[in-house]
T-cell receptor
């Protein structure tokens, strides 16, 4: 079974609008971390936001927020006020277990194209 | 503060050859992880180095090996290259934070083409 599933291969969003990228995960470990990364065409994976499994509140970082629904095992990324520079691939990833050094498992990614 | 750096940026090899990719971690980071990203897919974990030892390994053959130096920089070696080894190779560095967890920060990658 896929541990991280991103069901939207690609999507268009109008500049200045908000967009939600879906991510569902599968783990039996009660301790885990969820990450979102942005990958522009240059290739570098840029860390955006992190949510720990025990965090009571949804994580926010500037225009990025994570809609964490633990019971549904979903961790959707919301980008508010989209900008042209937000056009990129977006990957959801999970670290199973709490300890530093555990590997990341990535989803297949969602390509976002922001239209002017 | 320099981020994670990787060299070379691009590399073209032929089948059967050997290749070495290099990574320098972010300042203050002591752990280096390597990932392979095939075209159109998410990255796949190859292995991780900490204190100059391989700490974890993903589902990759022994043709993939690595090393970590005392200054925490790392190398990824691939022997007997196959066409299927063509991919973007990403290095990520991290360090344990006060909560005992970490965040991996990635370099720009090395794009390997095997002909």
């Amino acid at each position: 079974a896929q541990k991280i599933t991103q069901t939207q291969p690609g999507m268009f969003v109008q500049e200045k609008e908000a967009v939600t990228l879906d991510c569902t995960y599968d783990t039996s470990d009660p301790s885990y971390g969820l990450f979102w990364y942005k990958q522009p065409s240059s290739g570098e994976m840029i860390f955006l936001i992190y949510q720990g499994s025990y965090d009571q509140q949804n994580a926010t970082e500037g225009r990025y927020s994570l809609n964490f629904q633990k019971a549904r095992k979903s961790a959707n990324l919301v980008i508010s006020a989209s900008q042209l520079g937000d056009s990129a691939m977006y990957f959801c990833a999970m670290r199973e277990g709490w300890a530093a050094g555990n590997k990341l498992t990535f989803g297949g990614g969602t390509r976002v194209l922001v239209k002017p | 503060d320099a981020g994670v750096t990787q060299s070379p940026t691009h590399l073209i090899k032929t089948r059967g050859q050997q290749v070495t990719l290099r990574c320098s971690p972010k300042s203050g980071h002591d752990t280096v992880s390597w990932y392979q990203q095939a075209l159109g897919q998410g990255p796949q974990f190859i292995f991780q180095y900490y204190e100059e030892e391989e700490r974890q390994r993903g589902n990759f053959p022994d043709r993939f090996s690595g090393h970590q130096y005392p200054n925490y920089s790392s190398e990824l070696n691939v022997n007997a290259l196959l066409l299927g080894d063509s991919a973007l190779y990403l290095c990520a560095s991290s360090v344990k934070n006060r909560w005992g967890t970490d965040t991996q920060y990635f370099g720009p990658g090395t794009r390997l083409t095997v002909l």
